[in-house]
């Protein structure tokens, strides 16, 4: 049963998973750690405890989650490694940096979990994927009960899984955000005020979002907006050959190289 949790890294995940934990109505006992003494206040919007430092809370923590930036994770991973035991569970956010990266800095017969999520696990719709090569069972039921609370899980058979869904899953709302962003500006330019431009760029992809739902072929939704000779027709074309599929596809080809090659400039 996990009882503590010691999060490492008060970043923007960790809001995202503090908020999850919190709406799920589970008691746990949180310590929440980061350098910077400024996050001691997203500590107390979730009424966990806050330390700018490495101490013995951590040697009473079931989990530990890694949500450090990957540059900071050798310094970070030396500077903790005194307060895990055997009994901890490491729980790794880090994008790109490896099972066995984490394992070889640590030296010893600890459960190093690496997942993947996005910030909607907050609102309970997000994936957790996550990989290992060292949980047990006992310790996989641990996950799989925690992680269950909030979030969809899905377990990945090989690591390299991690680093696609980081560029395709872990990345995919600021894609999303950023489409949303195209519209908005459309809105805009032709006219639109401020106000009415979120509102209408808002309700039109959370419709569109409801209308993906119902349909196993997305063509049939294009299809049936996109009359032959029309508008709609005529903004696709002009998509297709600005070739703006296969820029989206090599932008996210090249996050994943990004996230198997994340120290590298």
Do not use: W
């Not at 530990?64 to 009994?87: D, H, Q, R, W």
């Not at 195209?182 to 760029?201: A, N, V, W």
């Not at 002009?238 to 090659?261: M, V």
């Amino acid at each position: 049963m996990i009882k503590n949790i010691s999060i490492i890294g008060a970043g923007n995940l960790a809001d995202s998973i503090l908020a999850a934990i919190k709406r799920s109505n589970k008691s746990y006992i949180i310590n929440l750690i980061d350098i910077d003494k400024s996050k001691r206040n997203l500590a107390k919007r979730y009424n966990v405890s806050f330390s700018n430092n490495y101490s013995d809370n951590i040697l009473e923590s079931d989990l530990v989650f890694l949500l450090v930036k990957p540059k900071e994770y050798k310094t970070m991973l030396k500077a903790v490694n005194s307060y895990l035991n055997e009994k901890t569970i490491l729980v790794s956010f880090m994008a790109g940096i490896t099972h066995d990266e984490i394992k070889d800095l640590i030296g010893k017969n600890i459960s190093i979990v690496r997942c993947m999520a996005n910030l909607t696990i907050k609102n309970f719709k997000s994936y957790v994927f996550y990989f290992s090569k060292s949980l047990d069972k006992k310790n996989t039921k641990k996950i799989q009960n925690f992680f269950s609370q909030f979030s969809k899980l899905k377990k990945c058979k090989i690591e390299d899984e991690i680093d696609k869904l980081t560029a395709l899953y872990g990345s995919g709302p600021a894609y999303y955000v950023f489409y949303n962003k195209i519209l908005r500006e459309s809105f805009i330019k032709m006219g639109y005020s401020q106000k009415d431009t979120i509102e209408y760029t808002n309700d039109l992809l959370e419709g569109t979002t409801t209308l993906i739902k119902e349909y196993q072929d997305l063509d049939k939704i294009i299809n049936a907006v996109a009359s032959k000779g029309g508008t709609t027709e005529a903004a696709l074309l002009d998509f297709k050959k600005n070739k703006i599929n296969k820029n989206i596809l090599k932008g996210i080809i090249n996050a994943y190289k990004k996230s198997k090659n994340i120290l590298k400039k």
